[in-house]
C-alpha cells in the first residue's frame, strides 16, 4: 500500500536554527513529492515540490527540501528558522499508481522557540 | 494571492441531516477537489472534478456525498443524511491544471461536527 510517513509528531527547534522536517515515502511509480503548511485557522499551503531533475528544490519562505530517491526521502529543510516559521507541516506524495489524487503524511507540528 | 474560500467555517449538525459545505475556487482554475481530515488521521481524497463532472473518486465517497458546480463559481460538496464518522475538516481545493506536478490551492476548510 502507498504510504508517506512523517515520523514526528513533533519538531522544536531554536530560532536561528537549522530546521529539518522527516518525510519518507512507499509509492510504486515515479513519485511528484510535495510539502504544504498550515498556519492556525488557515488552509494548506503549498511550499514546493519535487517532479524531476535536481534532487535539492528551493521554494517558498526560504525553505529546501531534498529528494533521496535511494532513502525514498523528501526532507523538509531550512538554514535558518524563524519564530514565524511555527504550523503544521504536510508532505505529501502524487503517483500513477493513486491516479495521482494527493497521499498524505500526518503532519508534523514545527515549534520554533525564541 | 488568490485564495481559495469555504463557508461556513464551522458546521454544526445533528445525525441525519444533509449538509451543504459550499466553496468558492480560484475564477481561473478548472480542477476542484474535496479532502478531509477526521480529527487525528491524515487528511484523505474524496473526489476531484473536471468539466462538470467527477473525474475520481475515493471509496470514502459513496452514495451519501455529491458534489456539485451550480454557478460556475461555487463547489459545493453535500452530505445528504450525515453519519457521526462524518466529524472531519473538510478542505476544498482548486487548480489551474490536471498534470501530477500542479500545485493545489486549499481553502481554511469547514469544520463540521456531527451531533
Known amino acids: 500500500a502507498q504510504s508517506v510517513a512523517q515520523p514526528e509528531d513533533q519538531v522544536n527547534v531554536a530560532e536561528g536554527n537549522p530546521l529539518t522536517v522527516k518525510c519518507t515515502y512507499s509509492v510504486s511509480g515515479n513519485p511528484y513529492l510535495f510539502w504544504y503548511v498550515q498556519y492556525p485557522n488557515r488552509g494548506l499551503q503549498f511550499l514546493l515540490k519535487?517532479?524531476?531533475?535536481d534532487n535539492l528544490v528551493k521554494g517558498s519562505y526560504g525553505f529546501e527540501a531534498e529528494f533521496n530517491k535511494s532513502q525514498t526521502s523528501f526532507h523538509l529543510k531550512k538554514p535558518s528558522a524563524l519564530v514565524s516559521d511555527s504550523a503544521l507541516y504536510f508532505c505529501?506524495?502524487?503517483?500513477?499508481?493513486?491516479?495521482?489524487?494527493?497521499?498524505w503524511g500526518a503532519g508534523t507540528k514545527l515549534i520554533i522557540k525564541p | 494571492e488568490p485564495e481559495v474560500t469555504q463557508t461556513p467555517s464551522h458546521q454544526v449538525t445533528q445525525m441525519g441531516q444533509e449538509v451543504i459545505l459550499r466553496c468558492v475556487p480560484i475564477?481561473?482554475?478548472?480542477?476542484f477537489y474535496w479532502y478531509r481530515q477526521i480529527l487525528g488521521q491524515k487528511v484523505e481524497f474524496l473526489v476531484s472534478?473536471?468539466?462538470?463532472?467527477?473525474?475520481?473518486k475515493s471509496e470514502i465517497f459513496d452514495d451519501q456525498f455529491s458534489v456539485e458546480r451550480p454557478d460556475g463559481s461555487n463547489f459545493t460538496l453535500k452530505i445528504r443524511s450525515t453519519k457521526l464518522e462524518d466529524s472531519a475538516m473538510y478542505f476544498c481545493?482548486?487548480?489551474?491544471?490536471?498534470?501530477?506536478?500542479?500545485?493545489?490551492?486549499f481553502g481554511s476548510g469547514t469544520q463540521l461536527s456531527v451531533l
Open positions: 475564477s481561473n482554475h478548472l480542477y
Open positions: 472534478f473536471y468539466n462538470n463532472e467527477i473525474s475520481e
Open positions: 505529501a506524495v502524487r503517483t500513477m499508481d493513486s491516479n495521482y489524487q494527493l497521499i
Open positions: 519535487y517532479i524531476t531533475g
Open positions: 481545493a482548486s487548480s489551474s491544471g490536471g498534470s501530477p506536478n500542479e500545485k493545489l490551492f
